[in-house]
């Protein structure tokens, strides 16, 4: 059962992690004045609100390993509802994204993020993961699939704890390669940086896309029990 909640979480996770803007967001702050200290705490606050996000999730659906329950109907109809929306979020950013001779740009609100404070950053990363649409939606579906694959106790926590570790791999990631690995390092993140400006628009189409067809799939196959 542990392995097939794990499974069941993983493409939800495999997005979170992919999501452009706190990738972006957690390098500009390493290479910001105070990044050292910054990048960790925002870390730190994405790592908790994911966590706090999903376990919230688990306890809302608790009784959805019942398909005949409330519960398992109302997340089945979240499902519907979630993947279709995830669907036409990503083809509109799919038709929104530059062409041509258009370039991608760093969103306004974080032009600053080399400059913030210790509490903003930590503030900041939480409320990308916990309170941000996109994750809470995904979040949502992979807190879902770990109560209906049944798994209790010691194997729920550790499902949700994998969640977590490899929907906030990327941002991890960033930070340990910026504490270790010197000018190298920093010049490999803003390489990523960039290419997640450039292309942040078709990286989050294609994971919406494929990630909602999947969520609308299950719902539906869900309600058709």
Do not use: Y
């Not at 991608?104 to 900041?124: E, N």
């Not at 941002?171 to 390669?177: E, F």
């Amino acid at each position: 059962m542990l392995l097939q909640a794990i499974g069941g979480m993983l493409p939800a996770a495999m997005a979170v992690a992919l999501s452009p803007f706190p990738v972006v967001g957690v390098v500009l702050i390493l290479a910001g004045r105070q990044g050292r200290r910054n990048g960790p705490l925002f870390a730190a606050g994405w790592v908790a609100g994911l966590g706090v996000a999903t376990t919230v999730v688990v306890l809302v659906f608790g009784e959805a390993e019942d398909p005949d329950s409330t519960s398992s109907a109302v997340a089945d109809w979240g499902r519907v509802l979630a993947g279709t929306v995830l669907v036409i979020w990503g083809v509109r950013k799919w038709w929104k994204r530059p062409t041509g001779q258009e370039t991608a740009r760093t969103p306004r609100w974080m032009a600053s993020l080399g400059d913030v404070t210790a509490r903003r950053a930590l503030l900041l990363g939480a409320l990308l993961s916990g309170a941000n649409p996109k994750t809470l939606v995904l979040t949502a579906s992979a807190g879902t699939a770990a109560v209906e694959a049944g798994v209790h106790g010691r194997d729920l926590v550790v499902s949700v704890a994998v969640f977590v570790l490899l929907g906030s791999c990327t941002v991890l990631g960033a930070v340990v390669a910026h504490l270790l690995g010197g000018r190298r390092a920093a010049s490999f993140l803003d390489g990523v940086r960039q290419f997640m400006i450039t292309n942040s628009a078709v990286i989050t189409a294609v994971v919406l896309v494929l990630l909602g067809a999947d969520i609308l799939g299950d719902g539906l196959t869900g309600l058709g029990r």
